[in-house]
């Protein structure tokens, strides 16, 4: 075995050490492994002024945040090789930090489209569905989701960085995956088995999934769906960064997208007209008030309920409300 396979075969071990996840792991090994085919120079003997043409190279091609990545990519691996007394210099101390400029999310996939895919989907098409639409998974968390990962009605996530978080599963993800095990083969590990034993879907394959049910739609649309429609149930964005799975709230941010509603309440609140006459103000904000209580009517009168709302003559904080 080579110097450089050797080493290659060292900084995986230390990176699995670091409970890194392997997705991040697959990555860096192939951002290495890319960078010695595209210059014929192993990164070993890379030297600095190597490693800032290489930088260079991809301004036109790379975006920035593929660019980011390399370079956490070379820092990680030049630091271990120092750290290890394999080398007594960093050539990647000199390259430069890159911005990556906030982005807007792409648009979250819509509720219709994604009900759609998975009632025509097969079984693995509608996991592939559920756990990113509804549960909020990325493509490689679902590609790599080991069998031993339910426990009864939670689910334990190995996101990046290694970071475990435990999601409650929803009816529909729950009886999915329910079903997954009961055909589940003896000595299968994950819920998504790949064409060798003991091996898992790859993240790609996930993709090419979703794209055959929904053309127009990506795995990150779907999980925007899941962002997206949780936190405007909630309100709370630090439980959506938690059922993300996201390190940073500003992540977190990005993935939501601002419901024109909200913007109108807000909007409302802080009008001048709500100075002046503050009891008024606050009436033009019942629209969606009135747009639940007619929901909740609709859902209650199979069951043979009735709600009737009656606006009363003279403003008062109280609506009347009968039931039959």
Known sequence: ?????????????????????????????????????????APNDATAQQLLSYMASGYARWSPSYSKRIRGTLRSFYQWRVAEGLATTDPSSKLPPIKVPKRRARRPAPDDQVLAAFEAGTLVEQAIVTLAASMGLRRQEIAGLPLDAREGRELRVLGKGGHERTLPLDDESYRVLLALEAQALPGERYYLPGRFPGTHLHHHTVYEYIKRLMPKQFPHSLRYRAATVGFRETKDIRATQEFLGHAS???????????????????????????????????????????????????????GWTINIIKSSAVTPNATVGSQ
Do not use: C, W
């Open 249 to 303: 709230l500003a992540t977190t941010e990005i993935y939501v997208e601002s419901d024109r509603r909200d913007v109108a309440a807000l909007t409302r609140a802080t009008s001048i007209a709500r100075i002046r006459q503050p009891t008024q103000a606050q009436l033009s904000g019942l629209d969606a008030l009135l747009a639940a209580a007619a929901a909740i009517g609709t859902e209650l009168e199979p069951h």
């Open 1 to 41: 075995m080579s110097i450089v396979n050797d080493e290659y075969r060292d900084y995986s071990h230390f990176l699995y050490a670091g409970k890194k996840a392997p997705g991040t792991i697959e990555q860096r090994l192939g951002d290495l492994k890319r960078f010695q085919t595209s210059t014929k120079i």
